[in-house]
């Protein structure tokens, strides 16, 4: 059963750094073909595992055959059809979804190992780092009457921005703060009477 991910960079990660790190985390690197691999015995408990590696501009991708995980999946399969001739039909469900759940366990405990592995290898360097808001963008995103991607004024009957296109949202739910008092506020109280004819 293959487990797979990827680590999103900024730029090709470099192939000397990933060795060095490598040799850090006590994993083999080498390449064949023009492909990268990792050999490691610290994912699976059985044998060693070979990571297929691959270099991107934009990810580091990872993949792996574990062969443990198809062996867990035919004898939980070997196991439910001897239990199903010996429990009843209710009994026996339960045990069926014990088993997935059990078997989607292991996946997932296999498949958070090898990337914790990865995360380890990959530099800091070519991670991808996303953009951070300055004070001037959070001052944009707080205030309703502004694009939040520009700062251009919000018009309320548009639901994109007229300078940089962000869609907004419907034109009719943009809340637009307009104080047109000079003097003040105005407070008016108004009161219906009910009158039966």
């Excluded at 996946?107 to 530099?123: A, G, N």
């Excluded at 205030?143 to 994109?160: H, I, L, M």
Aim: aromatic share 10%; net charge positive; hydrophobic share 40%.
């Amino acid at each position: 059963m293959n487990v797979s991910g990827s680590i999103a960079t900024n730029s090709r990660a470099s192939v000397d750094e990933i060795k060095k790190r490598a040799e850090m985390c006590g994993v083999e690197f080498y390449s064949q073909n023009d492909q990268f691999y990792i050999k490691t015995s610290s994912i699976t408990f059985v044998q060693q595992l070979v990571v297929e590696v691959e270099l991107s501009e934009t990810a580091v991708k990872f993949n792996a055959f574990i062969p443990e995980l198809s062996g867990y999946v035919f004898l939980a399969l070997v196991a439910l059809g001897i239990l199903f001739r010996m429990l009843s039909i209710g009994i026996w469900s339960i045990v069926l979804l014990f088993a997935i759940a059990l078997l989607l366990g292991i996946r997932v405990r296999y498949d958070k190992r090898l990337f914790q592995l990865m995360d380890q290898i990959v530099p800091k360097s070519a991670r991808l780092v996303p953009e951070q808001a300055g004070s001037e963008h959070l001052k944009w995103i707080s205030n309703p009457n502004v694009c939040p991607a520009c700062g251009t004024p919000r018009n309320e009957y548009s639901s994109k921005c007229t300078s940089c296109g962000l869609v907004l949202g419907k034109g009719g739910s943009v809340k637009k703060i307009v104080n047109h008092s000079h003097t003040g506020e105005k407070s008016v109280d108004i009161s219906y009477d009910y009158t039966s004819e």
